[in-house]
């Protein structure tokens, strides 16, 4: 099965994709997370990547398309996989879709998690990472063990200001990405709010799984 999560930074989607690829058994591949690692091993990708980022900007598409299209293309990919933050962008669809069609394989559910701006705020300015085991906490409804809580951090790019800044571009963008999979009639809408269980059961559902 391919699956592409469609949801703001703090929606939930990373935590969604984990209990998706446990229970398909395809790869959860995020975007984020592989610019993340090409900046923290300081490639040239990852040097030309960081500037975007750190200003809460989008990394341009040429570069983006380039390691999703490679990391789709290798072995563990080839039964499905589970995009997470990626396409953000028009010519990305077009190109994952373009990639696919020669590959005669197809997106199964575009699934766009809804959560409101102000409830993303939130928890995203509480949000710490583990940085040996890449655990996510937040300070209030998931605080870290006690022994880590030390060495958690705070991704530079989840401040409220650069926060606001890319939920603003993500609404801006979004809109012809969802237009684009419910003109395919791929499009499935599920509200991220509430505990992990009730979500997760509202999307198992909209892409037809059991739980
Ligand atoms: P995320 O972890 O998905 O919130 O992504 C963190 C940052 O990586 C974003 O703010 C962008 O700068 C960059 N990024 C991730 N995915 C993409 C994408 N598909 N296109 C462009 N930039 C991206």
Known sequence: MRVILIGPPGSGKGTQAHLIETKLGIP???????????????????????????????????????????RISRGDACEGFLLDGF???LPQARALDNALQEASC???????IKVPDEEIIQ?????????VTNEIYHT????????????????TDDNEDTLKKRLAKFHQDTGP??????????????????????VQQRIFEAIQISV
């Open 28 to 70: 959860h591949i995020s975007s984020g997370d592989m610019l993340r690692e090409a900046v923290t091993e300081g490639s040239a990708l990852g040097k030309e990547a960081e500037s975007y980022m750190s200003q809460g900007a989008l990394v341009p598409d040429d570069l983006v398309i380039g390691i999703i299209m490679e």
């Open 87 to 89: 396409p953000r962008t």
């Open 177 to 198: 990405i969802l237009k684009f999979y419910a003109e395919k009639g791929l499009l499935k809408v599920v509200s991220g709010v509430g505990a992990t269980k009730e």
């Open 106 to 112: 197809v997106i199964d559910h575009a699934l766009r």
């Open 140 to 155: 209030l409804f998931s605080p870290p063990p006690p022994e880590i809580a030390e060495r958690v951090i705070q991704r």
């Open 123 to 131: 928890r995203i300015s509480g949000r710490r990472i583990d940085p």
